[in-house]
Protein backbone atom coordinates (compact mmCIF):
# COMPACT_ATOMS: atom_id res chain seq x y z
CA UNK A 1 0.00 0.00 0.00
CA UNK A 2 2.90 2.32 0.84
CA UNK A 3 4.08 1.44 -2.47
CA UNK A 4 1.02 2.10 -4.36
CA UNK A 5 0.82 5.62 -2.49
CA UNK A 6 4.31 6.59 -3.41
CA UNK A 7 3.71 5.78 -7.11
CA UNK A 8 0.55 7.57 -7.40
CA UNK A 9 1.84 10.61 -5.77
CA UNK A 10 4.89 10.12 -7.84
CA UNK A 11 2.53 10.18 -11.03
CA UNK A 12 0.38 12.93 -10.05
CA UNK A 13 3.53 15.33 -9.19
CA UNK A 14 5.21 14.61 -12.89
CA UNK A 15 1.84 15.56 -14.37
CA UNK A 16 1.13 18.44 -12.18
CA UNK A 17 1.00 21.77 -13.89
CA UNK A 18 3.39 24.73 -13.55
CA UNK A 19 1.79 27.18 -11.29
CA UNK A 20 -0.51 29.50 -13.07
CA UNK A 21 -0.95 27.12 -15.94
CA UNK A 22 -3.40 24.27 -17.16
CA UNK A 23 -2.52 21.74 -19.36
CA UNK A 24 -4.77 22.22 -22.59
CA UNK A 25 -3.19 19.37 -24.62
CA UNK A 26 -1.29 16.38 -24.76
CA UNK A 27 0.13 12.81 -25.29
CA UNK A 28 1.55 10.32 -23.34
CA UNK A 29 1.74 7.63 -26.07
CA UNK A 30 0.58 4.87 -23.65
CA UNK A 31 -1.69 3.09 -26.73
CA UNK A 32 0.80 0.86 -28.53
CA UNK A 33 0.27 1.12 -32.72
CA UNK A 34 0.85 3.88 -34.99
CA UNK A 35 0.55 7.30 -33.72
CA UNK A 36 -3.13 9.37 -32.78
CA UNK A 37 -4.43 10.17 -35.89
CA UNK A 38 -6.75 12.44 -33.70
CA UNK A 39 -3.56 14.43 -32.39
CA UNK A 40 -0.92 13.60 -35.48
CA UNK A 41 -0.83 13.68 -38.92
CA UNK A 42 2.86 12.87 -40.93
CA UNK A 43 4.04 14.68 -43.73
CA UNK A 44 5.16 12.82 -46.42
CA UNK A 45 7.98 13.12 -49.55
CA UNK A 46 11.05 14.91 -49.83
CA UNK A 47 9.80 17.92 -47.76
CA UNK A 48 12.93 20.73 -46.90
CA UNK A 49 16.54 21.56 -46.58
CA UNK A 50 17.99 19.03 -49.68
CA UNK A 51 17.82 16.12 -46.78
CA UNK A 52 18.20 12.63 -47.82
CA UNK A 53 15.25 10.96 -46.20
CA UNK A 54 11.77 10.18 -47.45
CA UNK A 55 9.00 10.96 -44.83
CA UNK A 56 6.55 8.53 -45.07
CA UNK A 57 2.79 8.39 -43.37
CA UNK A 58 1.20 5.65 -41.24
CA UNK A 59 4.29 3.64 -41.50
CA UNK A 60 5.17 1.81 -38.03
CA UNK A 61 8.78 1.45 -39.30
CA UNK A 62 9.59 4.81 -39.41
CA UNK A 63 6.75 5.96 -36.60
CA UNK A 64 5.19 3.98 -33.60
CA UNK A 65 4.20 3.77 -29.96
CA UNK A 66 6.20 1.35 -28.48
CA UNK A 67 6.52 0.56 -24.73
CA UNK A 68 4.88 3.81 -23.53
CA UNK A 69 7.03 5.55 -25.97
CA UNK A 70 6.92 7.38 -29.54
CA UNK A 71 9.50 6.01 -31.87
CA UNK A 72 10.95 7.58 -34.81
CA UNK A 73 12.85 5.84 -36.95
CA UNK A 74 15.29 6.65 -39.86
CA UNK A 75 16.24 3.49 -41.86
CA UNK A 76 18.79 3.29 -44.71
CA UNK A 77 16.50 2.59 -47.65
CA UNK A 78 15.78 3.88 -51.07
CA UNK A 79 12.04 5.26 -50.94
CA UNK A 80 11.25 7.69 -54.55
CA UNK A 81 14.00 10.19 -54.42
CA UNK A 82 15.05 9.27 -50.89
CA UNK A 83 17.87 7.31 -49.51
CA UNK A 84 16.42 7.01 -46.34
CA UNK A 85 12.87 6.40 -44.62
CA UNK A 86 11.90 8.40 -41.59
CA UNK A 87 9.29 10.23 -40.25
CA UNK A 88 7.79 13.65 -39.17
CA UNK A 89 4.76 14.48 -36.87
CA UNK A 90 2.74 17.60 -36.82
CA UNK A 91 -0.37 18.68 -34.68
CA UNK A 92 -1.02 21.16 -38.14
CA UNK A 93 -4.77 20.88 -38.57
CA UNK A 94 -5.23 19.07 -35.45
CA UNK A 95 -3.67 21.40 -32.73
CA UNK A 96 -2.16 24.77 -32.47
CA UNK A 97 -1.93 27.79 -29.79
CA UNK A 98 -0.63 31.28 -28.82
CA UNK A 99 1.69 31.22 -25.81
CA UNK A 100 2.03 29.11 -23.17
CA UNK A 101 4.88 26.24 -22.39
CA UNK A 102 5.11 23.21 -24.33
CA UNK A 103 7.25 20.19 -23.23
CA UNK A 104 8.81 17.52 -24.85
CA UNK A 105 10.62 14.70 -22.94
CA UNK A 106 12.67 13.06 -25.18
CA UNK A 107 15.89 10.83 -26.12
CA UNK A 108 17.81 11.57 -29.72
CA UNK A 109 20.06 9.92 -31.76
CA UNK A 110 23.95 10.74 -32.36
CA UNK A 111 24.64 8.92 -35.27
CA UNK A 112 26.19 11.47 -37.61
CA UNK A 113 24.20 12.57 -40.17
CA UNK A 114 21.24 12.40 -37.85
CA UNK A 115 19.06 15.61 -37.47
CA UNK A 116 16.23 15.43 -35.15
CA UNK A 117 14.24 18.36 -33.86
CA UNK A 118 11.30 19.59 -31.97
CA UNK A 119 9.75 22.82 -33.66
CA UNK A 120 6.80 24.73 -34.46
CA UNK A 121 5.22 26.62 -37.28
CA UNK A 122 2.47 28.91 -37.44
CA UNK A 123 -0.99 28.21 -39.26
CA UNK A 124 -0.76 30.97 -41.88
CA UNK A 125 2.41 29.37 -42.59
CA UNK A 126 0.83 28.97 -46.69
CA UNK A 127 -0.18 32.49 -46.93
CA UNK A 128 2.93 34.09 -45.90
CA UNK A 129 5.59 31.78 -46.45
CA UNK A 130 8.61 31.50 -45.25
CA UNK A 131 10.97 33.27 -42.85
CA UNK A 132 8.30 35.83 -42.68
CA UNK A 133 6.01 33.58 -41.18
CA UNK A 134 8.23 32.91 -38.41
CA UNK A 135 9.83 29.70 -36.70
CA UNK A 136 10.45 28.75 -33.26
CA UNK A 137 13.05 25.84 -32.67
CA UNK A 138 12.70 24.29 -29.07
CA UNK A 139 15.89 21.67 -30.02
CA UNK A 140 17.56 20.94 -32.95
CA UNK A 141 20.63 18.10 -32.53
CA UNK A 142 23.04 17.37 -35.34
CA UNK A 143 25.06 14.26 -35.15
CA UNK A 144 28.45 15.64 -35.88
CA UNK A 145 28.16 17.58 -33.03
CA UNK A 146 27.40 15.34 -30.20
CA UNK A 147 25.75 16.67 -27.08
CA UNK A 148 25.20 20.24 -28.56
CA UNK A 149 21.37 21.29 -29.05
CA UNK A 150 20.07 24.55 -30.01
CA UNK A 151 17.43 26.45 -29.83
CA UNK A 152 16.53 29.47 -32.43
CA UNK A 153 13.64 31.89 -33.49
CA UNK A 154 13.72 32.59 -37.36
CA UNK A 155 11.54 35.45 -39.12
CA UNK A 156 11.77 37.79 -41.89
CA UNK A 157 14.65 39.78 -40.35
CA UNK A 158 16.11 37.79 -38.32
CA UNK A 159 17.21 34.28 -39.89
CA UNK A 160 19.73 31.93 -41.11
CA UNK A 161 19.51 32.55 -44.64
CA UNK A 162 20.41 35.82 -44.02
CA UNK A 163 23.04 34.70 -40.92
CA UNK A 164 21.04 36.66 -38.13
CA UNK A 165 19.20 34.36 -36.72
CA UNK A 166 18.54 34.64 -32.75
CA UNK A 167 19.49 31.32 -31.96
CA UNK A 168 21.55 29.86 -28.52
CA UNK A 169 23.47 26.08 -28.09
CA UNK A 170 23.72 24.47 -24.52
CA UNK A 171 25.90 21.30 -24.05
CA UNK A 172 23.59 18.13 -22.87
CA UNK A 173 26.52 15.97 -23.16
CA UNK A 174 23.99 12.46 -22.55
CA UNK A 175 21.71 13.91 -25.06
CA UNK A 176 21.91 10.59 -26.57
CA UNK A 177 22.00 8.38 -23.51
CA UNK A 178 19.28 9.37 -21.09
CA UNK A 179 15.29 10.91 -22.17
CA UNK A 180 15.58 15.21 -21.30
CA UNK A 181 12.53 17.80 -20.80
CA UNK A 182 12.85 20.39 -23.73
CA UNK A 183 10.98 23.27 -23.56
CA UNK A 184 9.84 26.69 -24.78
CA UNK A 185 8.08 29.27 -22.35
CA UNK A 186 6.40 31.42 -24.81
CA UNK A 187 4.42 34.73 -23.87
CA UNK A 188 3.89 38.05 -25.52
CA UNK A 189 7.08 39.61 -24.36
CA UNK A 190 9.44 37.32 -24.77
CA UNK A 191 10.28 33.42 -25.55
CA UNK A 192 12.16 30.86 -23.47
CA UNK A 193 14.14 28.33 -23.98
CA UNK A 194 15.12 25.45 -21.22
CA UNK A 195 16.63 22.08 -20.52
CA UNK A 196 15.15 19.96 -17.52
CA UNK A 197 13.61 23.39 -16.50
CA UNK A 198 16.97 25.12 -16.79
CA UNK A 199 16.59 28.24 -19.07
CA UNK A 200 19.44 28.59 -21.27
CA UNK A 201 18.31 31.07 -23.90
CA UNK A 202 15.67 34.43 -23.48
CA UNK A 203 14.82 35.84 -26.26
CA UNK A 204 12.70 39.77 -25.47
CA UNK A 205 10.16 41.02 -28.52
CA UNK A 206 12.20 45.01 -28.25
CA UNK A 207 10.14 48.12 -28.42
CA UNK A 208 9.52 48.84 -32.19
CA UNK A 209 9.26 45.61 -33.55
CA UNK A 210 7.17 44.38 -36.40
CA UNK A 211 6.11 41.17 -37.53
CA UNK A 212 9.14 41.22 -39.18
CA UNK A 213 11.37 41.42 -36.21
CA UNK A 214 8.32 39.30 -33.87
CA UNK A 215 5.74 37.25 -35.56
CA UNK A 216 5.07 35.30 -32.89
CA UNK A 217 1.78 36.80 -31.58
CA UNK A 218 -0.35 34.01 -33.27
CA UNK A 219 -0.94 30.14 -33.56
CA UNK A 220 1.65 27.62 -34.03
CA UNK A 221 1.80 23.97 -34.79
CA UNK A 222 4.28 21.31 -33.39
CA UNK A 223 6.68 19.21 -35.67
CA UNK A 224 8.90 15.62 -33.59
CA UNK A 225 10.74 14.70 -37.13
CA UNK A 226 14.29 12.80 -37.52
CA UNK A 227 15.94 14.20 -40.37
CA UNK A 228 18.83 12.52 -42.27
CA UNK A 229 21.43 14.78 -44.23
CA UNK A 230 20.44 17.78 -45.05
CA UNK A 231 21.89 21.45 -45.52
CA UNK A 232 22.98 21.03 -41.95
CA UNK A 233 22.81 17.13 -40.55
CA UNK A 234 24.68 16.40 -42.90
CA UNK A 235 27.55 18.82 -43.49
CA UNK A 236 29.83 16.61 -42.35
CA UNK A 237 28.71 13.36 -44.07
CA UNK A 238 26.14 10.59 -43.13
CA UNK A 239 27.68 7.33 -41.08
CA UNK A 240 25.36 5.20 -43.76
CA UNK A 241 26.45 1.98 -41.11
CA UNK A 242 25.21 3.94 -37.78
CA UNK A 243 21.77 3.12 -39.27
CA UNK A 244 18.68 2.31 -38.28
CA UNK A 245 18.46 5.07 -35.82
CA UNK A 246 15.60 6.42 -33.62
CA UNK A 247 14.42 9.31 -31.79
CA UNK A 248 12.39 8.41 -28.77
CA UNK A 249 9.40 10.56 -27.07
CA UNK A 250 8.11 10.13 -23.53
CA UNK A 251 5.42 12.75 -23.88
CA UNK A 252 4.78 15.94 -25.21
CA UNK A 253 2.55 18.54 -22.97
CA UNK A 254 0.92 22.25 -23.61
CA UNK A 255 0.04 24.34 -21.32
CA UNK A 256 -1.43 27.83 -20.69
CA UNK A 257 -2.31 30.59 -18.38
CA UNK A 258 -5.02 29.43 -15.84
CA UNK A 259 -7.46 32.51 -16.20
Known amino acids: MKFLFALCLSVASASAAPEGMKLVWADE??????????????????????????YTDKRKE????????LI????????????FTSASLTTEHQAAWTYGRVEVRAKIPAARGTWPAIWMLPTDIGKLGWPKCGEIDIMEHVGFDHGVVHGTLHSETYNHTKGTQRGTKVKVPDASEAFHVYSVDWSAEKIEMAVDGKTYATYKKEKGDTPDEWPFDKPFYLILNLAVGGGWG????????AFPQRMEVDYVRVYQQDR
Open 234 to 241: GMKWIDDA
Open 29 to 54: FDAPGLPDPAKWGCEKGMIRNNEKQF
Open 72 to 83: IEAHKEKKDRGE
Open 62 to 69: NARIEDGK
